[in-house]
């Protein structure tokens, strides 16, 4: 009996043993761990044809997969193709899908599925303001303008493959099939939700490594994404998901992440001393270029002498002797955190092109207007935004040009989004600008000063301008480079727009997450290998 007492005894002590670890906190991996973002406004759709706000290419960036997609250094890696062949004339271009592709829901990803969601960006009737990207394909653009029908682009698909045919070389399209307007879409679940695809957790099928979770979407209050289990690709997405808010942005980004509100964002200029002393891991992109750019559709100032030479009575060193928080000065239109090949551009390309100071500015200001049979110049007044820093600079400009000129040259500042406006419409002669390219490709900042271009600080309208820029989607390699340095040189020796600083856009991440990928201009945060460790 004592035997038996003692038995159950030992028995009782293991077994409450084995019960101590349940006890516990349980241990977390990074895999059982959420990521918390915040988006500052509802998206308007997670259809990614028709994804236009940043809100929602944030989301569609992480939900779907194109046939590539972009790795920490913006360069093109497999994405739900496994590989591609590129022909000798690199126009056509062969990709090979994922044989374990899958949806959300199971099925398999087809080439068919790239095949319709291209089709359906191309098509008018979708309203995509991301088809122009896709241009180079074969009659893409004749297709997007209803001249030709849609069975003419250039664009087959069958047995897991896909083939694209090109109308010239692009450098940049295997970067393009990683955005929005070349994600995948099945035909068969597009038609089933109505026209509501994308507007809702149940209207939407994912491909990608997370996927929005059932009753995930509360409108105007939050978006939560879960680990896609049908994903399979090179590599296994880390966190279980992603809780994202829909709420206006934090009144203090340090304190939001401190407190776990969010575990990265946005940081403004003004918090940067704090983030570093609270030891946020901090990224930082120099993506936006303010410069001078004179409106060149003024009689006076589309004069290229004019324009040097008021430049050439600029000392850098006294103009910018003080620059903004969070800004450096730069010499060149191009920052350094655009890339040519998987490297930046300023690695390649020659510095310090903009106009040099000249003593002899006067001179050659009264020569030049003695030349073009001007008395003298127009009155001039510097349109420019209303914060203190700004205003530093754009006096010191004024003191150097009223001794220059012999005038008094006027200021005009205004906020942040009247400069923007003023900008679209031309309603100034000299602007403080900033220069904010939509792609991290030295093409796309130069292309901001095209005729067709939107947003062109400097107003210009020149077709040999023009054709240059349309013709560097045609070159590679070192023509590429050579016509690229060409094409920015032309913009500094004809006084188009004279850098005086980027700057930086920055993200804080806490100090225990990493793994965060942040893409420059604009083009979104992917969570693929983000994780937690140990605070």
């Not at 090979?96 to 095949?115: H, M, P, Q, S, Y």
């Amino acid at each position: 009996m004592k035997t038996t007492k003692k038995w159950l005894c030992c028995l009782l002590c293991v077994t409450m043993l084995l019960m101590l670890p349940s006890c516990k906190k349980k241990s977390v991996t990074p895999q059982d761990e959420i990521i918390y973002y915040s988006i500052p406004f509802e998206p308007d759709s997670l259809d990614p044809q028709i994804a236009n706000d940043s809100s929602s290419r944030l989301i569609v960036m992480n939900i779907y997969e194109g046939l590539t997609r972009l790795n920490q250094s913006e360069v093109p890696v497999p994405g739900a193709a496994e590989c591609w062949v590129i022909s000798d004339d690199e126009t056509t271009y062969t990709f090979i899908l994922r044989d374990d592709a899958c949806w959300n829901n199971g099925d398999k990803v087809t080439a068919e599925d790239f095949l319709f969601g291209l089709q359906r960006t191309l098509d008018p009737g979708t309203g995509s303001e991301g088809a122009p990207s896709l241009y180079s394909i074969k009659n893409a653009e004749a297709v997007h303008q209803g001249k030709m029908p849609m069975d003419a682009l250039g664009i087959t698909a069958s047995d897991g493959k896909l083939v694209i045919r090109l109308e010239h070389p692009d450098t940049g399209f295997l970067t393009t099939l990683s955005t929005a307007p070349a994600m995948p879409c099945q035909k068969k679940f597009f038609d089933s939700t109505q026209g509501q695809y994308g507007r809702d957790d149940d209207k939407v099928l994912s491909n990608g490594p997370f996927y929005v979770r059932k009753s995930g979407w509360s409108h105007d209050e939050y978006i939560h994404l879960r680990k896609n289990q049908s994903y399979h690709g090179s590599n296994e997405p880390i966190p279980a998901g992603i809780n994202i808010s829909i709420a206006p942005a934090p009144e203090n980004v340090c304190s939001a992440i401190s407190d776990g509100t969010v575990d990265c964002y946005t940081l403004p200029g003004s918090e940067l001393a704090d983030a570093r002393k609270k030891g946020l891991y901090l990224t930082s992109f120099g993506e936006t270029v303010w410069g001078i750019a004179f409106n060149t559709e003024n009689e006076v100032l589309q004069i290229p002498e004019i324009r040097r030479a008021l430049l050439a009575a600029l000392d850098r060193s006294y103009v910018l002797k003080e620059v903004p928080d969070g800004c450096s000065a730069v010499t060149d239109i191009i920052p350094e955190s655009v890339m040519l090949d998987g490297y930046s551009y300023r690695s390649h390309a020659p510095e310090g092109l903009c106009v040099p100071y000249s003593e002899s500015a006067k001179e050659e200001l009264k020569k030049a207007l003695k030349k073009n049979k001007i008395d003298q110049l127009p009155k001039l007044t510097i349109l420019c935004t209303d914060d203190a820093p700004t205003q530093k600079i754009v006096n010191n400009i004024i003191e150097t040009w009223n001794a220059l000129t012999g005038t008094y040259i006027n200021k005009n500042p205004v906020s942040a989004s009247e400069l923007n406006d003023a900008v679209l419409t031309g309603s100034y002669r000299i602007v403080v600008a900033p220069l904010v390219a939509c792609g991290s490709s030295p093409i796309d900042t130069l292309a901001l000063f095209t005729s067709s271009s939107a947003y062109n600080p400097a107003r210009l309208a020149d077709k040999q301008y023009d054709q240059a820029v349309a013709s560097l989607d045609q070159l590679k390699g070192q023509a590429l480079l050579k016509k690229l340095i060409e094409t920015e040189e032309y913009l500094n020796d004809q006084g188009i727009f004279y850098p005086l600083y980027t700057e930086n856009r920055y993200y804080a991440s806490a100090p225990n997450v990493k793994g965060i990928i942040f893409h420059p201009y604009g083009s979104g945060i992917d969570f693929f290998f983000a994780e937690k460790t140990e605070s």
